[in-house]
């Protein structure tokens, strides 16, 4: 069956860094797109970055475009968030999930059929 598993998430300091991992497995990882969105208590799951099959096309959310980077390892089945220069509204559960397309990558949730369990991400100030 398919599974995405998250992780490296953490607490960490205002400016700091963090990668998380999403192991993928059950299906053919280099036939789709992936991507990372997040969500607070009482809100709704936001899409933050997704990546193509090919890895060679990426989408970001405004609010974290030039701090965070989507890249997948097709060989390792996996893709990975790169977060830099975080700040406490990054404070959120981040999850994974697998697209239904290969190339087109999109925000909206409904386009992603499969979710991993989550991983926190809580940033202080």
């Known amino acids: 069956q398919v599974q995405l598993v998250e992780s490296g998430g953490g607490l960490v300091q205002a400016g700091n860094s963090l990668r998380l991992s999403c192991a993928a497995s059950?299906?053919?990882?280099?036939?789709?797109?992936m991507a990372w969105f997040r969500q607070v208590p009482g809100k709704e799951r936001d899409f933050v970055a997704g990546v193509n099959r090919l890895g060679d096309s990426t989408y970001y959310a405004d609010s974290v475009k030039g701090r965070f980077t989507i890249f997948r390892d097709n060989a390792k089945d996996t893709v990975y968030l790169q977060m830099n220069r975080l700040q406490p509204e990054d404070t959120a559960v981040y999850y994974c999930?697998?697209?239904?397309?290969?190339?087109?990558?999109?925000?909206?949730?409904?386009?992603?059929?499969?979710w991993g369990q989550g991983t926190q991400v809580t940033v202080s100030s």
């Open positions: 999930a697998r697209s239904t397309s290969g190339l087109r990558i999109t925000s909206r949730a409904n386009d992603y059929t499969y």
């Open positions: 059950g299906f053919t990882f280099r036939v789709y797109g």
